[in-house]
Each structure stands twice: as structure tokens, then as C-alpha cells.
């Protein structure tokens, strides 16, 4: 039996497949194969649940952002008038979203569920790493059109202010949250994350290129399950080359769209 409540999937900071397609707008078609969610929305509709992706500001800040997902929230259930509630799967800084707009916007009637997937609820010391190096660069961005003001709400120390903040309503409001953390060694992370994923395994330990294993857990009482992958591995889509040596892509396909699966099936009204 699949839940009566539609998922809502979240994503992270800088959706890169609005990079590799700029022009692209429909954010709901039936081939979501270069979907940030690569094929995991088509999936759960194929095996019987409701699901719709969100849209939040790329990189903004988490104010932003979670005011960005409450609207994509009561767009997709017509104000609530389709559904009552929903279930988030959110990935990375998409689970920082939606914990914020359920506390802010006192939503814990509206949300049944959150169920993260590498959400750095402890902050990423790579973001740290980067806003001392580059966070001059910031205003300037800004001024460029290009706002990546999020960026600060991934440090280690804003991510200890947003849990102090929100810790007693959300052990109280209602809201199941669940979390999954992946992580691997580093030659089975892809390319472009090894830097930042020998800077976090130095302060933070295991991680999956840019999330530690330690954050993404967050309270041992909301772990789920680790998987074996990496940031990019979590939301579909495959390294190739010699990350992926040891693993055909239908099998690694397969894999990733069954932790998806698994999470709707475990979900109830």
C-alpha cells in the first residue's frame, strides 16, 4: 500500500542541471533522465506514488530558499486542497530547506514527513574552506546577478546556530524525520570531489565528496541506513570510469532508484 500524501522531492545548493541546461524550464516531465533527480521522480510514479519536483532559488540563503519551497509546497497541493500533507525527500542543502520552512513557517501540520539523503546537518567544513577563501567573492557574484549567499548557511557554525534554534520543536512537532548519509573511499569518488573530499575526511572523517558521513546522520535516532555513494551517486547519476570499474550502470541505477523506492514504501498517512 503507498501513502495517500504525495513525495515532494527538494534539491540541493547550485542544481548543476540547470548548468547543463539553462534553457530548460518544465520541471515535471515524464523523462527526467537529466532531472537533478535522475529518473528517481519517474520511478516512484511508475510504482505508484505521487511525486513532483520543487524549485528553489539556486544558491540563495536559507531564508530564501525555504520560502521558495513553502510556495512550491502549496503550488503542488493547490493549498492544500489536493492533499492535506506531503512527504520531502530532500538532498544536501534541500533537507536544510525544509527543516528551516517547517520551523519558520510553523508547517508541521503540512508536512508528514522529511526524509533527507547528504544533508550536511552539521555543516561541511568544505563550505567553511571555501567561504574564507572566496567569501569576498560573494558580493560580487551578487552584483553579477548570481547570488550565492547559501553558501554561508553550509558552514559548521551556522549549521550549530540553525540546530540550536530549532531542536525542541522539532523533537515535539509531529514531523517523522529520517536521515541517510553515504560515503567512500576516495577512489570511488568522482573526479571532481576528491579535493574537497580529502579536505573533509582531515577535519570531519568519512564523506561522500562533500558532506561527512557524522553530518549527514545528524541524530542517531534519525539514521536510516549508509549507502555506498557519492554526492552525485545519491540523486542518480553515474561517475563512470574507474569509480565505477567494480559496477555495470544498469546495476548501479537499479541500486540508487531502490533507496528511493524503499523510502516511499516505508512511508505512511
Known sequence: MTTSYPIILAHGFCPFD?????????????????????????????????????????????????IDLKNEVTRITDHFTKWP?????????????????????????????????????????????????FGGLIPVARHLGLNLQGLKDLTRGACTQLNRITRDFEENNGVLYQTI???????????????????IRQEEGENDGLVSLTSAMWKENYFLERIDADHFNQIGWWDGGAAMAAMDRETFEERIRAVYLNIARGLTD
Do not use: C
Request: glycine share 6%; net charge positive.
Open 18 to 66: 540547470r548548468v547543463i541546461n539553462p534553457f530548460f524550464r518544465k520541471d515535471n516531465p515524464a523523462d527526467d533522465s537529466f532531472h537533478y533527480f535522475r529518473n528517481i521522480r519517474s520511478a516512484l510514479i511508475s510504482n505508484g506514488f505521487e511525486a513532483h519536483h520543487s524549485r528553489v532559488s539556486w544558491g540563495a540563503d536559507l531564508k530564501r530558499r525555504s
Open 85 to 133: 500533507r506531503v512527504h520531502i525527500i530532500a538532498h544536501s542543502m534541500g533537507g536544510l530547506d525544509a527543516r528551516w520552512m517547517v520551523y519558520r513557517h510553523r508547517m508541521e501540520d503540512r508536512i508528514a514527513s522529511l526524509t533527507t539523503i547528504g544533508t550536511p546537518h552539521l555543516g561541511t567544513s568544505y563550505a567553511d574552506r571555501g567561504l574564507k577563501r
Open 181 to 199: 548519509a553515504g560515503a567512500q573511499p576516495v577512489k570511488l569518488i568522482f573526479a571532481p570531489l576528491r579535493s574537497s573530499y580529502r579536505i
